[in-house]
């Protein structure tokens, strides 16, 4: 952590991260870990169960991850694409710890098959939609924007009544340019109205959504793809950039936008794992 702003101080601060046995959301409970924060880390992928696509990465190593960082990890085997478990995840959770404070969604299952290429069905990315089944558009919308929906509506409850809490959705920002996938660019765009529309009635109640847009992320997809040298920045970017945001106490203030990891970074002074501060992410750079 050398050559990084201080570090701030989640000690008391119950974070719940949705998607977090890899990517992106590994990351983001790793940040949190830094910051001293109870972490409860969920996915499909478990030690003791199946795991996605038969990959190595599960909660367990999340929850470990969160300790090593200087936090308290814990895992919850989950999916998100379940109204039913998502509602027995966070009743675990308030039963356990009492309340919810951070609540990340990270789920995305939309690149399950994809070799960096191709999906599983054989279409290359960016092929024109008129060319391609609209099946691949089912999966993303309901591994992505629904189980992001779900875990909203799930501790928004226990948020209002505490009129506290910050929602976060991982996404991508669709605002500066076309993603180059039809259905990427759907999920992406339906993931960003949500936090802009659970921002609008969330607000009243002194809860906050919003969303955070990482850049290319160097996950272990993206090097087993062989696309690590496109990649801009680790996952513990966005980690870091959402600890910062949990800890700020004027965050309300950029409910219902989608923020750069870079941004913010420039903004509250932390750096990547390996110390750079790599800037806003652009399309096509």
């Known amino acids: 952590m050398s050559g990084r702003a201080s570090v701030p101080d989640l000690s008391r601060t119950i974070c719940l991260v949705a998607g977090a046995s890899r990517g992106v959301g590994r990351g983001i409970a790793r940040g949190l870990g ?12 478990s030690e003791t169960g199946p795991r996605t696509e038969g990959r190595p990465e599960t909660i367990e190593d999340t929850a470990r991850e969160v300790d090593a960082a200087g936090g308290e990890g814990h895992h919850y085997l989950c999916d998100h694409t379940s109204e039913r478990a998502v509602d027995g ?22 690149n399950e098959g994809f070799d960096g290429e191709s999906y599983a069905d054989g279409i290359e990315w960016g ?50 340019g076309y993603l180059g996938d039809v259905f990427y660019d759907l999920a992406k765009a339906s993931t960003n109205r949500l936090a802009f529309a659970c921002a609008r009635e969330l607000a009243p109640h002194g809860v ?30 966005a980690g870091r950039a959402l600890a910062a945001l949990a800890a700020d106490p004027d965050v309300q203030a950029r409910a219902g936008r989608i923020l750069h990891a870079g941004d913010l970074a420039a903004e509250y002074g932390f750096t990547d794992a390996d110390g750079t501060t790599p800037p806003r992410f652009q399309l096509g750079s």
């Not at 830094?34 to 992928?45: L, M």
């Not at 999966?139 to 226990?158: D, I, K, N, W």
Request: zero cysteines; glycine letters at 8%.
């Open 89 to 110: 995840l966070v009743h675990w959770v308030l039963r356990r710890f009492g309340r919810i404070d951070v609540a990340v969604s990270s789920v995305w299952g939309g």
């Open 127 to 176: 092929t024109p939609f008129w060319r391609r089944s609209a099946e691949s558009f089912s999966q993303g919308f309901e591994t992505g924007p629904y189980p992001a929906l779900l875990l909203a509506r799930a501790v928004a409850p226990a948020m209002v009544s505490a009129k506290h809490g910050l929602i976060a959705f991982v996404s991508f920002d669709t605002e500066t």
């Open 34 to 45: 830094e910051a001293g924060a109870t972490v409860i880390v969920t996915a499909r992928s």
């Open 208 to 237: 906050t959504a919003l969303g955070l847009s990482p850049g290319f992320v160097l996950t272990e997809r993206a090097r087993d793809n062989g696309h690590a040298d496109r990649a801009t920045e680790s996952p513990l970017y």
